[in-house]
């Protein structure tokens, strides 16, 4: 797996709190034993996520000798989160998603939204990602606004559920909607890494299309 370097990635993630790398970071077969070990963790009959299936999947020393553990193992991965954290995150944790339901409404991460918590996320396509089938979008120059909102809704209130985050329900008053949000489209093994301040959502698929990601999430607590 080749990235590029660390300090290149952070001249960008620094400013604009997103980053997408330049190639496909994973080879077919490692494509292929990560959608199998994603099969295998996958509950049966599991449908407490409505748009497919979904796993938490503990941190990235749970899955050493696989390609899981590889990528976000990284020597650049790991770079990247030391210079943008100034030290080591303390939390680590992986997430499976493979979307397919298009029926049920809209998840809250399916609004434009910045998240409550503040976390660095490294995010890979498992299977090819067009606009047709839920590409994870956001807006350009947002990421500087929304550490300012965050911060201030994180003070506003002490409840968590409460915390204002969504941009067209939140703040309608900034005028910014998923029309201006940028899609990442990308084939299989496309890797990018964004801070959550950052406006974004995830996408809706359409159709019989599908998603299958995985993600870690890294936090300084």
Known sequence: MILESATQVMKTLKEDGFYQ????????GELDNIIQIQEQVFKPNDDSY?????????????WTQTPIYNTF????VNEIALQFFGTQPSFNEIFFTHDYKNNRGLARNGYLH????????????????DESNGPFRYIPNSYKLGKRLRVEANSSTNVYEKIPNRLEIDYPELGYTADNTVPVI????????????LFHMG?????????RIMRIHLRSE
């Open 21 to 28: 790398f330049q190639s496909p970071i994973l080879t077919i």
């Open 50 to 62: 409505q748009f497919g299936k979904a796993a938490r999947i503990g941190p990235k020393e749970n």
């Open 73 to 76: 193992n990284h020597p650049t």
């Open 114 to 129: 910045f998240d409550r918590i503040p976390t660095l996320k490294f995010f890979v396509y498992l299977s090819d990602v």
């Open 186 to 197: 990308g084939p299989a093994g496309t890797m990018f890494v964004f801070h959550s301040d």
């Open 203 to 211: 996408g809706e698929v359409e159709g019989s299309g599908f998603r």
